[in-house]
């Protein structure tokens, strides 16, 4: 089954940068699209970004459009996303997820498998 684990959070302040990265084990990310959610406290998750496994399709959030960047490398079963200019707002649990994209494009409507997700803090 496939298993997902998040990586690359902390706490910066406005304006930096993180890159975080989410590793997948027990399967391969073949023809599998990912995608990264966030939770600020008190509110709901929402969907930031997704990218389908030949990179092809990708979305994002209006809030993070221009700032964040999802890309993925096959070869290590890891799917990245760069998150430059970061500003109080983008503070919360981030997850990613997978799902078999049957030949879906970017965004995805569900997602099967989740990872335990990962803190990102952006404060001064």
């Known amino acids: 089954q496939l298993q997902l684990v998040e990586s690359g959070g902390g706490l910066v302040q406005p304006g930096e940068s993180l890159r975080l990265s989410c590793v997948a084990s027990?399967?391969?990310?073949?023809?599998?699209?990912i995608g990264w959610f966030r939770q600020a406290p008190g509110k709901e998750r929402e969907g930031v970004s997704c990218?389908?496994?030949?990179?092809?399709?990708?979305s994002y959030t209006d809030s993070v459009k221009g700032r964040f960047t999802i890309s993925r490398d096959n070869a290590k079963n890891t799917v990245y996303l760069q998150m430059n200019s970061l500003k109080p707002d983008d503070t919360g649990v981030y997850y990613c997820?997978?799902?078999?994209?049957?030949?879906?494009?970017?965004?995805?409507?569900?997602?099967?498998?989740w990872g335990q997700g990962i803190q990102v803090t952006v404060s001064s």
């Open positions: 997820a997978a799902q078999d994209e049957y030949g879906s494009t970017c965004p995805l409507p569900n997602y099967d498998y």
């Open positions: 027990g399967s391969t990310l073949d023809y599998v699209a």
């Open positions: 990218i389908t496994s030949s990179g092809g399709s990708t």
